[in-house]
């Protein structure tokens, strides 16, 4: 519009003056624009789909999206598909297409920023080569990118915590899916089916389980620090870093896992490969909390406890976990900051380093 408002001053200028240079600029000006909306005025009319893969992947590890443009009537010419996932925008050319020919074009997604990022939609787009004119129209659908922390080779967790005897009361919640008979109980969904206890079913009516608990089965609590003043943006990510990490390795050990943040977070999860990726799924999402709470949130101090206790923070006194000490065989801090040599207090070892990996490195000595 700017251009074509330029054109005409200089065409009628011209033209009143008398300057033929003038006229012949507003002249030139104005082919141009009646140029480029004869050129952009087709509609564009091209199906496209796009496929992320893979849709979950570490930060810094490279995702592909891939498109497959098709024309579903007429030649349709040369157009330019952006696509989006968070911030990133990401602009490619699809080349003219033939009627019932398909093209398919790969280009990469920003993996750099730990998040689940939705991608998309797509937008086509035509435009003359002077950029003066765009035929713009929305398509596809969204997609979803997982960008999960980062992972450094950890060694799980030894710790584990006697819950019963055999007989007599629980010293802690029992778990499921074990050896030893704690109780008959009412089937709930998620069960397993080989534990259906058919002659309760039968006296009760009801569908009755045996519930199983093992009388050593060792667990793994992570405190993760997420408080705003105690992490800056980059540091709180090694934080998440080491957290996804040693996680991870518990719950590949079949340890039950439970995370725990001051801003709310409590996730216990069963252990095994089918508790990673929520697991994941769970740190990809977290943020730092802005409200002011006490490093020990009131739900670790009197939910269950048993097993392996590490709390990963900026600076921690060990005396402020004395309370947390005595409910688990084992207690650690992970400290993010300039490397120190490791310390003990109250029963606590502190471990600290300056990232993510050298972290992990340091708790491997000692797991």
Not at 58 to 68: C, H, I, M, Q, V
Not at 143 to 159: F, G, I, N, Q
């Amino acid at each position: 519009m700017a251009f074509l408002v330029v054109s005409l001053l200089l065409f009628g200028g011209g033209q009143w003056g008398g300057y033929p240079l003038l006229r012949a600029l507003g002249a030139a000006g104005l082919g141009a624009v009646a140029a480029a909306i004869a050129l952009t005025a087709r509609r564009v009319r091209v199906d496209v789909t796009r496929a992320v893969h893979p849709d979950r992947v570490e930060r810094g590890e490279p995702a592909l999206a891939r498109l497959t443009a098709t024309a579903p009537g007429r030649r349709q010419s040369g157009c330019y598909a952006t696509d989006r996932a968070g911030r990133f925008r990401r602009t490619v050319r699809i080349p003219p297409l033939h009627p019932g020919v398909s093209r398919t074009l790969h280009y990469e997604l920003p993996t750099s920023v730990r998040g689940r990022q939705t991608v998309g939609p797509l937008s086509l787009h035509r435009a003359d080569p002077f950029g003066l004119a765009r035929n713009r129209v929305a398509t596809g659908e969204t997609a979803t990118l997982w960008v999960h922390p980062r992972r450094y080779a950890a060694k799980a967790p030894s710790a584990g915590h006697p819950r019963h005897h055999h007989e007599g009361v629980t010293s802690d919640d029992s778990l499921r899916g074990s050896t030893d008979l704690q109780e008959i109980r009412e089937y709930q969904p998620g069960d397993e089916v080989r534990h259906l206890y058919w002659k309760a079913t039968a006296r009760t009516g009801r569908l009755m389980v045996r519930d199983y608990a093992d009388p050593e089965q060792p667990r793994f609590t992570l405190l993760l620090d997420t408080r705003r003043d105690v992490f800056g943006p980059e540091v709180f990510e090694e934080a998440v870093d080491l957290a996804a990490s040693l996680l991870v390795a518990a719950a590949r050990a079949g340890r039950h896992t439970r995370l725990v943040t001051p801003g709310g977070t409590d996730r216990p999860s069963a252990g095994g490969m089918a508790a990673v990726l929520p697991l994941l799924d769970e740190l990809c999402e977290l943020r730092q909390s802005e409200v002011d709470t006490a490093l020990v949130p009131a739900g670790l101090l009197h939910g269950s406890g048993g097993g392996c206790l590490v709390v990963v923070t900026a600076t921690a006194d060990p005396s402020t976990l004395a309370e947390l000490r005595p409910r688990y065989r084992a207690a650690y801090v992970l400290e993010l900051g300039p490397p120190a040599p490791p310390r003990a207090g109250s029963g606590v070892l502190v471990l600290r380093a300056g990232q993510a990996r050298e972290a992990v490195a340091r708790w491997n000595e000692v797991a």
